[in-house]
């Protein structure tokens, strides 16, 4: 594993784009991810996308890109073939290890009964589209231009969002959806809230619709025998939890249009952190899976237990 390539007090005041030596610039867009990554932990958003600095470790997940691939192609064929399609040459799939492709096909295949027989009416890759000054009118947020919608069906009775997900589970508990979520959670969630409301407003603007967004998140298993299973929820723009996500991204946006030297990292609020902490020392429960973490490569000083 790579070292961080910089000493951790060089980021107090480190100008935003710093990261932009790794090829990647901070940028003024957001994301529903970065919106979930925000509000876990302010300092995991910052590091890559108010400071810039993204890391190296980090790698992309080929498998879910794979499946999402093979699902695309089985959509636009109609036919069940496109599972058994070679997938295109290029760096994008280069990660997959032994098994993979194979898993990747498996969850394809286990996901297809969960999504409406292929017709010109349904259309993946469904872009995000949504402006945030129909609620805010002071706000216009820019979305990443790549964020869209696994699979978007507009003329479903209830019009609906479907994701795309692979979970782990628990291999030694034998549990495959202790990560997954209850409706209740998903109703919650920043991807749910964000792309349904961008499905609700492109039909309110073609037809004038105003009726509820159906999500339905579809987890696909990692474990043997590879299957799939669909938590769903209802959308509509009352959600309070819709206008809770899209006040948070006005803050992040302003974040990221402050001036660079009015950044003070160690001034980033953690939900679990008071605000005086030492930088190295901070209490951080949810360290686990951080890339950011000192034990992944990162800078980031999470302890367990609080120490000031
Ligand atoms: S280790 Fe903890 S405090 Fe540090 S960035 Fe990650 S989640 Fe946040």
Known sequence: MDNFPWDVDDLRTAPVGLGSSFGWESRKTLSPSQLSKGFSCMRSWALPYLLGLRSPWVQGAPVGLATHWLLEQYIKTGSVKAFTLPLPKGRRYAGLGDGDEQLARDAARAIMPHIPVPSDSLSPEHKLTLDTTRWMRDTKIEWEPNCSMDLAAPEETVPTVFDYKTTGGNPKRKDRWCYVPTPDELVQ???????????????NDINGYDGPIRGSWIYVSKLRPVVARTI???WTPSNVWFMGWLGLARDMVAMKNQEANDVDFRKIKLPVVPEDAGYRDIPCNSYGGCVYHSRKGGPCGGVREATT
């Open 189 to 203: 969630d920043a991807q749910f809230n964000i792309y349904c409301a961008s499905l609700w407003q492109q039909l």
């Open 232 to 234: 769903s929820a209802m």
